[in-house]
């Protein structure tokens, strides 16, 4: 994965940000090489792995410096297609797990809203049963690969009086009539994954669309959020790892006061602290990824590795542009990119404050 991030993916994902989205020949060679199957069985294309390979997958995403591309690919290996793999029918598996695993199927999962991001049980958007097919009306906000995402796995109520228990999942293929990309969204980072507003307004699906039994769609997104957040730690280890080192060798080169800026005691232990807390971060994320792999419960440990890491990333990135003086603030220095991809860390996938009322619930 590492070779493939210096090879395939640093030569051109700056023009990647200008576009702001992956070409698709670039996701297809990532199926090519087994990069999006690698959770999933043998039967779909997949490798059949587990979290700690996820883990390693999203660290290298990234460490890649482009948060952007690391979030359009892992909300489609980790985040969206996982609905589809344990929650559909067989036949729902059959007809797309191996074009997902193949990147020939690019995949999104739809649930925040404009009132309901962590709380989801606040969902506005119905789906309501109308003979063999269920007709959906509603709004979805920061949708990742919501542009460009051929098939959406949509959370909607089927009983707003259940509550929670009123929440079921929802098969839409990008075209459905009713339902429409209301227009892409223009983000402070994450330049190169789109980003969208979704309309559906007397969208009609097939009942069988359905993911799983009605009114368990909450049950499915909030198992599927201990193995989003673990992922999204990694990544955002990855990339502190990267601005680490890409001061490390701005510091040692840059010279003023008549040496270099390494020679300055204050940057050399601030910048070995936050090293040491980053080879921290990492244990404690493969840490909990081996115990996921062992089928344990660990939903604690995952929402405080979602809400350290990514308290931790930020904590890096500034002092890094802080190293990096003047040009730190450019445009053209890929640490002022990467400081504003980081900064969504702490707030996507679950908010840190979420995540710590979660940890203290448990204890």
Known sequence: MRRFVDEEIKPQADRWEEDGFIPRPVLRRMGELGFLGIRYPAEYGGSA??????????????????????????????????????????????????????????????????????????????????????????????????????????????????????????????????FSVARALDKHGWRSSDTAELVFDGCRIPAENILGMEGQGFYSIMRNFDNERLVLGAMAIGAAQAAIEMTLDWVKTRRAFGGVLWDMQAIRQRLAMLSTKVEAARQFVYATAWRMAAGEDCTREVSMVKAFCGELVNEVMYACVQFHGGMGFMRESPIERMARDARVLSIGGGATEVMLDLVASMS
């Open 49 to 178: 792995m587990d979290a700690v390979a996820s883990a390693v997958f999203a660290e290298e995403l990234g460490r890649s410096s482009y948060g952007g591309v690391a979030i359009a690919t892992l909300v489609h290996t980790d985040m969206a297609s996982v609905h589809i793999f344990h929650d559909g029918t067989r036949a729902q598996r059959a007809r797309w797990m191996p074009g997902i695993v193949a990147g020939e199927v690019i995949t999104a999962v739809a649930v925040t809203e404009p009132d309901a991001g962590s709380d989801v049980k606040s969902i506005r958007t119905r789906a309501r049963r109308n003979g063999d097919a269920y007709i959906i009306d509603g709004a979805k906000v920061f949708i990742t690969n919501g542009v460009h995402a051929d098939l959406f796995c949509v959370a909607a109520k089927t009983d707003p009086s259940a509550g929670s228990r009123g929440i079921s999942m929802f098969l839409v293929e990008k075209g459905t009539p009713g």
